[in-house]
């Protein structure tokens, strides 16, 4: 997989890796599915939910 990146849509991410969700689900976002989440980049989740972008990043992108 590509490196996830603070621009990466969420969607793209649980298309590729689905495995990655209970990482969101973490963060305190549950919602995978609805349409805010399809369409939000890592950063603007981040964001939201008052978490540090680079270290939900370091943690999406650790195999």
Not at 19 to 29: C, H, N, R, V
Not at 37 to 42: D, I, K, L, M
Request: hydrophobic share 50%.
């Amino acid at each position: 997989m590509a490196e996830i990146t603070r621009e990466t849509v969420i969607a793209d991410i649980l298309n590729i890796a689905p495995e990655k969700a209970p990482l969101f689900f973490e963060i305190g976002m549950h919602c995978l599915g609805c349409v805010m989440a399809s369409g939000e980049t890592v950063e603007e989740a981040c964001a939201v939910h008052g978490v540090d972008v680079d270290e939900f990043l370091a943690k999406l992108n650790a195999e």
